[in-house]
């Protein structure tokens, strides 16, 4: 065995060297098989080159010459990248550097450069602790400046301070650090952590006193606060997860009874993409609206806490006497509160498919055949298959495709089928073969499937746009319906108009399909007027095409 590694150069790696000349020296004190390997190893090439590129990273991080300008580059490149996408079907340059930019290998120098700028390539070791005299404690004073920025208490709010919560420890009795908020003072001072003890505020020592009464000293201070902590055993690392998330409910903290601090709560609205800075608590996350990258964080509900939230409500609904059939609904689906997301940018000539779904009679498939005519070269719209004899007028293969019953059951017990059903004792349904091999020519695919056929629909590998069309307010739809002279689609003769049972019917399979599959949706559209509606589809699908929007994750990855 050599006596040590050869680095890149030709020079011996000291660090190695002295580690197999230690492993040598303890062969009889350890295990002949793991001395084998980990002298294996040592004399790697592969761990030799990784310790000569950690060692010339670590060396140009101590060269201020060539410090790195800025340490988020991939940051600048995803901003680069929206501000390019709405020109690329203007300018050709701007739609070659776009694609450029979203090459695996580009991205990735940009990351590695990301990661040495930032230093994430040093070992994360424990701290060394500090010695001290048994009857002393570490002591450590911090000075922070009165600010805008709340200080609570359990579940008492106070008056903007710091940027922190306290709690008294349940088992010592003594103040200390709940929460540091994200971006907040407290925060950025680097000073204060999690379970720090606090000792005195301004002086004023806080033994034996309640969480109130330390903010009754911060709300009376002026100016300069100063704080004399215990710190805790271990720092708990407040690094900014990279998670973003589109919410699927409303959220207001000052009505909400159990927030630890409202002044220190982010109010939302369904359809908010927030950025998840800390999930550290089971029960209350920091976040920030993605809009708002600069702003301290606040806390929403968890994941977790938000489910048994609405989990309670619907039982106490049923308990109310509340139908069951929407509870049965929805036990059958996942409970809706956040989704995980990132942006989903366009790819050359590769288009992401229009799905429009909404109640019968709402107009959809009108508006999908407009959408259709306005440009058969580029919009497309698989045909359907069926069991039904053909009717007069009718040509297979551009109406529907006409199969037997036997060999549409053998297909949709294959997985064949994107979405079927049966009406009237025929079976109808979309195979998914069709859909693919619109994209695949290059086209943009129109469905209008039943709204349950999005399980189905809404995977990695579609990525469809997903648009639900809605119908206006009775009274709204009654009379656009009767001045288009609509017929009701659900008379198969088309031979009359909407009834007021069908307008109404109408209403509530919408607020069905809002309940189930709403947060499945990526826009909507109120089909009032058949002509407004039209040009806010046509406006959605160059939307889809040309912009990057907030999509699944799994779909990005």
Known sequence: MTA???????????????????LKEA?????????????????SKELNALVNVHSKV???NKD???????????????????L?????????????????????????????????????????LPEIPVEVDEDEETIKIVQLVKSNEPLCAGAQSAEPIVGATIKTDEETGKIIIARIMHGGAADRSGLIHVGDEVIEVNNINVEGKTPGDVLSILQN?????????????????????????????????????YIPCKEAGLGFVKGDILHIVSQDDSYWWQARRECEKTTRAGLIPSRALQERRILHERTQKESNGETKTENDDFDRELIATYEEVAKLYPRPNVYRPIVLIGSPGVGRNELKRRLVARDPEKYKSPVPYT?????????????????????????????????????????????????????????????????????????????????????????????????????????ESNSRGFTDEEFNEMIKSDERIT????????????NGDLTEAFEKLVSLANKAETEPLWAPVSWVQ
Do not use: W
């Open 4 to 22: 040590a590694v050869m680095a890149a150069d030709g020079s011996f790696d000291p660090v190695i060297s002295k580690l197999i000349t230690s």
């Open 27 to 43: 062969e009889s004190l350890s295990e002949e098989q793991d001395l084998g390997f980990l002298q294996n190893l040592l004399q």
């Open 58 to 60: 670590a060396k140009i």
């Open 64 to 82: 201020d010459r060539i410090a790195p300008l800025l340490s988020a580059s991939m940051q600048v490149l995803i901003e680069v990248l929206e």
């Open 84 to 124: 390019l996408a709405p020109r690329c079907h203007i300018s050709p340059l701007c739609k070659e550097v776009f694609h450029l930019l979203q090459t695996p290998h580009l991205q990735s120098l940009l990351f590695a450069h990301d990661a040495i700028a930032q230093k994430d390539f040093f070992p994360h």
């Open 221 to 257: 201070s002026e100016g300069t606060i100063t704080f004399k902590l215990v710190p805790s055993d271990g720092k708990l690392d407040q690094r900014e997860s990279k998670v973003r998330v589109r919410a699927y409910f409303d959220y207001e903290p000052e009505n909400d009874p």
């Open 387 to 491: 069991t039904r004899p053909v009717r007069p007028g009718e040509v297979a293969g551009r109406e529907y495709l006409f199969v037997t019953r036997e060999k549409m059951e053998n297909d949709i017990a294959s997985g064949k089928f994107i979405e079927h059903g049966e009406y009237k004792g025929h079976l109808y349904g979309t195979s998914g073969e069709s859909v693919k091999s619109i994209v695949n020519a290059g086209c943009v695919c129109v469905l209008s499937p039943h709204y349950q056929a999005l399980k189905s629909l809404r995977t990695p590998q579609l990525k469809p746009y997903i648009v639900h069309i809605r119908p206006p307010a009775f009274d709204k739809l009654k009379q656009s319906r009767t001045k288009a002279r609509a017929r009701s689609t659900f008379d």
């Open 515 to 526: 309940f189930l599959y709403g947060h499945f949706c990526d826009d909507e559209i109120v």
